[in-house]
Structure formats: C-alpha cells, structure tokens
C-alpha cells in the first residue's frame, strides 16, 4: 500500500470516528433528555386518559427492557449486513421511533412508541460494533471510554436544556425535533466515503494455539484473563448493583436525611461528574494485563461507596459515599471497556458489543424491578444495602476466580 493511499484509509477512518462519536452524542443526547419529564407529559398531554403520574416509571423501563431484548439480535445482524449499515440502521430506527412518539395520541400510543425506541435503536452497540472494525484494541478501548463520557454530558445537558424549555414548548412534540439528531447521522453515515475495515491478522501460530478457526481474526491478541461470556455476567452485575440506588435515591435522602431536592439532584448527578473528570486520568493506566485486577478493586470502592451511602447520617458521609462510588465506577467501566476491546473479534463485533449491551440493559432493568419491590416493604434505603451486596458479588467472583 502506498503512502498516499495509507494517508486516505486513515483520513476516511477518522472521518467515521467522528461521525460516530458525534451521532453517538446525538442520539444520547435526544434519548436521555426526556425521561425525567414522562410524568409531566403523561399530565399534560393526555389529561384526559392520564394514568397515575407514579406509572411514569414504568414508562421509563419500556425503552430499556425493548432494547434488551433487541440488541443481540442487533448485534448478529450488524455481523451479517456490515457494521455501517447497522449503524445506519439504528439511527434510522430511533428517528422513525422518535416521530412515532412525538405524534401520540393517547398514553398507549406514547408506550408503544417509547417502545420502539428500544427495539429499533440500538446506537450505542452499534457504534462500538463499527469502531471495533476499524481502531486497534489500545484506541478502542479509549474511544468506548469517550462514547461512556458522551452519554453522561447527554445525561446532564439534555434535561437541562428540556427543564428550560418546558415552560415554553409542548413536551410531547419535542420528540419530533430529537428526531433530526439521530436523522441527520443516518445521513451523513450514508454520504461518507465508506473506509474499507483495516484487518489485524492473528498470527498463524497464536492463532493455532488458541484455537481460533480460519476468518475469526482477532482485535486483540491478548489474555485479558476474562472470557467474552462471564464479560456479559459482570457487565449485568456492575449495572443492577449501581442502578438499584437511581429510583428512589431523592426520595431515601429526603425521608432519612432531610436533604431537599435540589441538593439530592447534586447528590445523585456527583458520580456521573466524576465520571467525565476522572474517565482520560484513570484510563491512561489502564491496559489489557492489569484491566481484570483493576476492575476487582474498582468494584470494591464501589461496593464500599454504596455501603457507606446506606448508613450515612449525615449529608458530609453522604458525599464521601458518593465520590468513593463515582471514583469506583468510573474506574470498572473504563476496566470492562479494556476487557470488551480484548475479548473482541472482527467477525463477531456485532454480535459481541450487541450481548455486552443488552446484558447491561438487562441489569438496569432488573435493577428497577428489584427496586420497586424492595423500597415499598423494606424502606427507600433498601436498593442501596442490596446494590452493595451486589458489586461486592462481582468482587468476591473476581478475587476466587468464580468467573
């Protein structure tokens, strides 16, 4: 290969990263500014069929439960049709499931379309799917990192924006202006030159000894310690133990600590900041040898965080809690990017990404199940103790090797 023909595989390779990385935000951006506003819209746009404001968190598991059970067979088709297509696919699938919702009618019709919006996205796996094609294991385990930081700015920006706005707009149609996000990445995908996939060989003697079969071409030739399928196990486990506590988390500090909204809004955002301050220092020392270790002890600030929250007394304890399980967590899932980034391969990508994704959707859900039974009989502090018990399971499972 020529250097000019080099310098234009790279130049079109960066093009699709950005493309991605901006189209990932997009659709984050549109997907999560609206959730915490479903009980208003609920109110607001359907007075007169309106379930119980208290259904909205129903409405809230419908696009996470579809996208759970949507995203491996996302994931097998992305490995079939091609990962751009895929990826394509997708954010044409959350524009027409964006449209669909914002032209609801009755509170079924917004259901069915919140529905949709998990069984036809599907960008973040798709994203990951397409830059695993095409970036050596070292950069894609730093642009996952990237693709986690987009989401949490979303997290925060989005509401926000749509706090704001809601005085002054119809919340219900709003959808139909997030549709444009995810519409124009579909189209700008389509119009960029298509980078053929860079292909990393395994070498025939690695690949003999591992036992690799012919076309099943590593993304990393490394024993992460970890294989692809107990990846998924603690992929779920990392995500019911830190999503048990999201519920019910203002409704625990106002009840056992007095702490008013506004400040537990702070108290509940702190993690997800830390996230995007601690995410490029923490990554750096991160790499395929030390990334199962790393995630041992990250889970085990985690757990300790949780812990601590539950028998806070006080806001100051509150808030060590808090920053232990925002440096935790931010630490395991930049570890679990490393260890996904290892454990793919070139022909299974979307297959992979698609599973490590729906398991994670899995545990959110289970996590909002779990909590919707526990805080009722056994108080709102509960989800956080079994949260604790949870990641110090993933811990424990590390340290004795049990997966």
């Known amino acids: 290969m020529s250097i000019a023909q080099a310098a234009s595989r790279q130049a079109g390779t960066t093009r699709g990263v950005m493309v991605t990385v901006a189209g990932h935000f997009g659709a984050a951006f549109a997907a999560l500014c609206m959730p915490p506003f479903y009980a208003q819209i609920l109110e607001s746009s359907f007075p007169a069929a309106a379930p119980s404001a208290a259904l909205a968190g129903w409405y809230f598991t419908l696009p996470t439960l579809a996208a759970a059970i949507a995203n491996p067979a996302w994931g097998w088709l992305a490995d079939r049709i091609g990962r751009r297509a895929s990826l394509m696919r997708a954010h044409a699938g959350l524009c027409l499931s964006f449209i669909l919702t914002g032209l609801a009618?009755?509170?079924?019709?917004?259901?069915?379309?919140?529905?949709?919006?998990?069984?036809l996205g599907g960008t973040f796996s798709a994203s990951n799917a397409y830059l695993a094609e095409q970036l050596p294991p070292a950069r894609l385990a730093a642009l996952l990192g990237v693709m986690q930081a987009s989401a949490r700015t979303a997290l925060f920006a989005g509401p926000a924006l749509i706090g704001l706005m809601s005085g002054h707009a119809n919340l219900l149609q709003l959808f139909l202006y997030l549709a444009l996000f995810p519409g124009a990445a579909c189209v700008v995908l389509y119009l960029l030159p298509e980078a053929p996939a860079p292909r990393r060989p395994v070498q025939p003697s690695a690949a003999a000894n591992a036992g690799v079969p012919s076309g099943a071409q590593a993304i990393a030739a490394c024993d992460c310690g970890v294989s692809a399928e107990n990846l998924y196990r603690l992929q779920a486990l990392l995500a019911i133990g830190t999503v048990l506590s999201y519920p019910y988390f203002v409704s625990?500090?106002?009840?056992?600590?007095?702490?008013?909204?506004a400040t537990a809004g702070m108290m509940f955002g702190l993690p997800h900041a830390l996230f995007l301050l601690l995410a490029w220092p923490l990554g750096r020392k991160l790499g395929h040898a030390n990334a199962r270790a790393a995630l041992r002890w990250y889970a085990a600030l985690t757990s300790a965080g949780l812990l601590l929250q539950a028998l806070a007394d006080s806001l100051p304890a509150l808030l060590a809690g808090r920053i232990l399980m925002g440096i935790g967590m931010t630490g395991a899932y930049l570890a679990i990017n490393t260890l996904a980034a290892a454990t793919s391969t070139i022909d299974r990508a979307g297959r992979h990404f698609g599973s490590l994704e729906g398991a994670n959707k899995w545990g959110a859900v289970s996590a909002g199940l779990l909590a919707s039974l526990l805080a009722p009989s056994l108080g709102y502090a509960a989800p956080l103790w079994l949260g604790a018990a949870v990641v110090a399971a993933l811990f424990i499972s590390l340290k004795w090797k049990l997966l």
């Open 105 to 119: 009618r009755t509170p079924l019709e917004f259901a069915l379309g919140l529905m949709l919006q998990g069984l």
């Open 252 to 261: 625990d500090l106002a009840h056992r600590l007095q702490i008013g909204a």
